[in-house]
């Protein structure tokens, strides 16, 4: 059982971009939109990011890097921060997961987990 003031949740939505994508050229292009929401007791602030990218070949890409486009947002319990942004793929399918590196007001660092979602095209999963 995770310590109740220390409660990140993060929700993802998805979109491919045909006008972005070249399926010719192995180029898929997608979109994500991310929900953090604070469940917790305590207020936080999202430091790091870190992405696991698979594409359906099964290449992983790993990305670390400082806030989220360019913030470190400050999220208050019962509020979120919503942001959205994208990658590219030599696939039509892959899978992205992570976590996010949070310090809480009291001085404790966490992670707030991301579960992997699905990037796909439309039409390339039956």
Known sequence: MSD??????VSV???Y?????????????FSYKVTIVNNGELPA??????????DGDGRVQEVR???VIGQQPHI????????SSG??????????????????EDGKRFDAIIVP?????PGALH
Do not use: C, N
């Not at 971009?17 to 292009?29: C, V």
């Not at 208050?76 to 942001?83: E, I, L, V």
């Not at 990658?87 to 809480?104: F, P």
């Open 4 to 9: 109740p003031r220390y409660q990140i949740d």
């Open 13 to 15: 939505t998805t979109r």
């Open 17 to 29: 971009l045909p006008a972005q994508s070249q399926p010719e050229q192995s180029r898929y292009a």
């Open 45 to 54: 602030q999202l430091l790091s990011r870190h992405w696991i990218i698979t």
């Open 65 to 67: 890097g400082a806030g």
């Open 76 to 83: 208050a319990p019962g509020a979120s921060h919503t942001y």
């Open 87 to 104: 990658t590219v793929m030599a696939t039509q399918v892959g899978t992205m997961q992570g976590s996010y590196q949070m310090l809480a």
């Open 117 to 121: 979602f699905r990037l796909a095209m």
